[in-house]
């Protein structure tokens, strides 16, 4: 057997993780991260405004600097049968770029701009022009966001476009299009020089973008200057060809070959979003919800084609085929925040350490304290014995991605009072990241679309043993976990093994690479019972701010 080696890449909200990977048994041979460093000091980004932008400087340098690290700690037989590269990203997070397809943010005069970068998935400043979409698409005979949920999202392509374009006159004038990071990094590796040549996506473009087999492509051009004259043009400039992951976008170009020293010969697959990639190298089986649990969670779900022809379920995040496994129809939903939650309760608690004990408590020991509070908030809570009326938790800390898209939600902490303390505070916002889990379930389930068992992946559901038996018990089904630290570039990597044709299907890659599961969590059904009756509180409480809180939030 000839030797063969990929590389997946995963773009994270916090770093980018690289991989070289045996593309016949799926062994790591080398990996490396790199942590954006604009974005780790948080510039352009205001988190009161619900502003998330990152610097495509920050993944170049990621990509570059991984790459050539995992490169240095290989031998020569690795490095010259490395066969291709696919990427996976957060999204939707797009950015304007000029003719060349070039993010405006890499030119002088826009490199300090934040709408001239990448709008991350978590900004949610968009949330007024997301609602004016979901009205507007109201008028029209098609549902065009029957695809989507029928919600539109402000974490969004369109509603990110239409804010950045009101609300920055030299953007707009300078902005040739808008493109996906997913689609943008396979552009950039293979030398693209004008926006036509980009190789679009059908995760991003079905998801995020509101493209569909039903119409041919992208909704019609009066839908959006109906809607604001500001979209002119940009649907109509959208090709409306689309190519899943499994494809190749081309091969390395000179300038990149050059810079990572490998050849011209490594094919460059099309790009994915993480939780689909994941999805993939967690192993995803039709009707298992893979829950890929990071800053925010990412549940993918697939099916037959001939299961679900013309269905579509209300209040996910889309419904596309072959988003996850090509000739497969791709359903993703999911949680805005999840681990971001947790860091939330760390900072908080954290504050005396970094504002009053700095500079009179040596830096190293701040850093070792505030490390540790997570994990030992997990073993107290685990520890800890619970009742009904115990403090209770909305998970809605950046709104509500699944069931029914809303960003005007907020979450909220009820049943305080003197006795309540850092772990049952940071118990009830576990508890309410799971329930918010059963929420995106119950949303499958209720619309005849069976869920047969769950797949964990991700860093939260390998470090905190208390959360997924937590998930286990709320869900009162089981959770196995994925063996794999790095399962999203996995993913990228079976699918850059299928796009250099080692494999005819993605599916044969993922039975060859795949690591398998090595802990499986079943419910403890001594305490189904009492989280089925609280979920019901969680329920309630869910609706009373909705009906109550989120109305005079989006009125102001």
């Known amino acids: 057997m000839n030797e063969a080696y990929v590389i997946g890449v995963d773009y994270g909200t916090d770093s980018v993780r690289s991989i070289i990977v045996n593309a016949h048994n799926g062994e790591e041979i080398a990996a490396s991260v790199f942590a954006y460093p604009r974005w780790k000091k948080q510039l352009y980004c205001n ?76 900004d949610h400043s ?182 679900i022809q013309s269905k579509y379920v209300q209040g996910i995040c889309g419904l596309v085929n072959g988003s996850v496994i090509p000739n497969m129809i791709g359903m993703e939903a999911g949680q805005s925040a999840f681990g971001d939650v947790y860091a939330w309760f760390k900072n908080l608690i954290a504050w005396p350490l970094e504002n009053i004990a700095r500079g009179v408590v040596d830096e190293e020991m701040i850093r070792s304290v505030t490390d540790k509070i997570i994990p030992e908030l997990n073993k107290q809570a685990a520890a800890a014995p619970f009742h009904e009326k115990d403090e209770l938790s909305m998970d809605w800390f950046n709104g509500r991605r699944t069931p029914n898209a809303n960003a005007y939600l907020k979450s909220t902490i009820t049943g305080l009072d003197l006795g309540s303390d850092a772990v049952k505070v940071f118990r009830s916002l576990a508890e309410a990241t799971c329930f918010g889990a059963k929420a995106i379930v119950e949303c499958f389930i209720n619309q005849n679309i069976p869920v047969k068992g769950l797949i964990g992946i991700g860093g939260v559901a390998k470090k905190s043993p208390f959360i997924m038996q937590m998930m286990a018990d709320v869900m009162n089904m089981p959770i196995k976990i994925n063996k794999s630290e790095q399962t999203c570039a996995l993913g990228a990597a079976m699918f850059a093994a299928t796009a250099a044709g080692i494999y005819d299907k993605v599916e044969d890659a993922m039975q060859a690479m795949g690591q398998g599961f090595d802990v499986e969590y079943y419910p403890d059904e001594n305490k189904v019972s009492m989280y089925q009756h609280r979920y019901k509180k969680y329920l309630e409480l869910g609706n009373y701010i909705e009906s109550n809180v989120a109305s005079s939030i989006k009125n102001k």
């Open 47 to 122: 988190a009161e405004t619900n502003q998330f932008r990152q610097h495509p400087l920050d993944y170049i340098e990621g990509f570059q600097y991984t790459i050539k690290d995992c490169l240095q700690n290989v031998d020569d037989t690795v490095r010259s049968n490395i066969k291709a590269i696919s990427i996976d990203t957060t999204g939707s997070s797009p950015v304007a770029v000029d003719e060349t397809g070039t993010p405006l943010a890499l030119h002088e005069n826009f490199a300090n701009d934040p709408d001239a970068m990448f709008v991350l998935w978590k």
């Open 126 to 307: 968009s949330a007024q022009e997301a609602e004016e979409i979901n009205q507007h698409a109201k008028k029209f005979d098609v549902n065009y966001l029957k695809y989507v949920g029928g919600v539109y999202s402000s974490e969004w392509y369109w509603s990110k476009l239409l804010h950045v374009l009101r609300n920055n006159k030299q953007v707009k004038e300078a902005c040739y299009n808008w493109v996906e990071h997913a689609d943008w990094m396979p552009f950039l590796l293979t030398g693209g020089k004008h926006i036509s040549e980009m190789k679009r996506g059908v995760c991003t473009a079905g998801h995020k973008g509101l493209w569909a087999e039903e119409w041919n492509g992208f909704p019609p051009e009066d839908f959006f200057t109906s809607l604001d004259t500001s979209l002119a043009g940009y649907a109509s400039a959208l090709p409306s060809q689309t190519y899943t992951a499994d494809k190749a976008a081309g091969s390395l170009s000179h300038e990149w070959a050059d810079k990572l020293g490998l050849s011209t010969n490594v094919i460059v697959g099309i790009g994915a979003m993480d939780a689909h990639m994941g999805a993939v190298g967690g192993q995803i089986e039709p009707y298992y919800l893979s829950k890929v649990m990071g800053t925010s969670t990412c549940d993918m779900l697939v099916a037959p084609v001939e299961d």
